[in-house]
Nanobody, 129 residues
Framework: QVQLVESGGGLVQAGGSLRLSCVAS????????MGWFRQAPGKEREFVAA????????YYVDSVKGRFTISRDNAKNTGNLQMNSLKPEDTAVYYC??????????????????????WGQGTQVTVSS
């Protein structure tokens, strides 16, 4: 089992930046495809970004394209979400998630909660106007 721990959340003004990290332990992160989700108060958890096992391909929800960048460093067992030009509507708890894939699979990515097997505890991001 892989364990995931997010960090890097906080309070930032609109237009500012934050970099979230997701550190994996227990298993090699390179065995997993990864994603980031967020949940705002009173709303359902939504997909934000995904990255394939090696990091060769990335995918984003339209609302964050051009502002957020997902990346990973498998040697450091870490995934990251760089968030720029933050808006108040980005305020949410952000979660990283992982799903094991075959070692030859560097094309699969997932955008639905139920498609991921492992989740971190979340980190709060608050963007003030």
């Amino acid at each position: 089992q892989v364990q995931l721990v997010e960090s890097g959340g906080g309070l930032v003004q609109a237009g500012g930046s934050l970099r979230l990290s997701c550190v994996a332990s227990g298993r090699t992160l390179g065995w997993y495809t990864m994603g980031w989700f967020r949940q705002a108060p009173g709303k359902e958890r939504e997909f934000v970004a995904a990255i394939t096992r090696s990091g060769a391909s990335t995918y984003y929800v339209d609302s964050v394209k051009g502002r957020f960048t997902i990346s990973r460093d498998n040697a450091k067992n870490t995934g990251n979400l760089q968030m720029n030009s933050l808006k108040p509507e980005d305020t949410a708890v952000y979660y990283c998630a992982a799903r094991m894939v075959a070692n030859y699979d560097d094309t699969s990515y997932y955008t639905k909660e139920y498609e991921y097997d492992h989740w971190g505890q979340g980190t709060q991001v608050t963007v003030s106007s």
